[in-house]
């Protein structure tokens, strides 16, 4: 009898390369892992955060969703090619369709987070008309497409895209700083809350 090889979860390069980092820093493996998460979370607040801000001081997210989210052979996308030449070639590249996916990823989000709490011009607690995912994906790609993004919807879409876009920095920076942040924060915490429920 035969067993199909089970299929490798996404998570294992993260645990394999956690307990290199273990063994080589000698920091226990647990607490290594918990720092990991933390801040790879907080790596990717921070940065949204940031970017929303600086997104809005500078008004330049009605912009960059206009500039990048225009297809190839659209009328303004044509009438923009001559003022912004860089942009226009970048809309036609593997990044820049990968962007358009965030961006689009980014609206649907930044809807359902201003209608959860009432943000972006969003009625709090209204829900969103339409069923499926796809559906919901499809009016978002075409209001992206179309210019209807405006406003803060805008920066928190530039914002998503921009710490999508930073995730390879994030994880290498989250797994730098999780021995660090184990031993002067996870590790004391998790010592404090054992003598605790020790007595």
Do not use: C
């Not at 989210?69 to 996308?77: D, F, K, L, M, Y």
């Not at 359902?112 to 969003?122: L, N, P, Q, S």
């Not at 179309?146 to 995730?167: E, H, M, P």
């Amino acid at each position: 009898m035969t067993s199909t090889p089970s299929k490798p979860s996404r998570l294992a390069p993260y645990r394999e390369a956690l307990a290199a980092l273990s063994k080589r820093t000698r920091t226990p493996l647990p607490s290594l892992a918990v720092s990991f998460a933390i801040l790879h979370e907080l790596t990717a607040v921070l940065p949204l955060v940031g970017f929303f801000y600086g997104a809005r001081a500078l008004g330049v997210g009605e912009g960059l969703v206009r500039a990048i989210a225009q297809p190839r052979g659209s009328a303004t996308a044509q009438d923009e090619q001559a003022s912004n030449e860089y942009l226009s070639r970048f809309r036609d590249t593997w990044a820049g369709q990968r962007f358009r996916e965030w961006m689009v990823e980014g609206e649907i989000r930044a809807e359902r987070v201003g209608r959860r709490y009432g943000w972006f011009g969003f009625e709090k607690g209204s829900k969103v008309e339409g069923g499926s995912a796809e559906s919901r994906s499809a009016e978002a790609e075409a209001a992206l497409v179309s210019g209807r993004i405006a406003g803060d919807v805008a920066n928190a879409v530039v914002a998503y895209a921009l710490t999508k876009a930073f995730l390879p920095v994030r994880i290498g920076l989250s797994l730098y700083l999780s021995p660090a942040f184990s031993r002067t924060l996870v590790q004391p915490i998790g010592s404090t809350f054992a003598r605790l429920f020790r007595r």
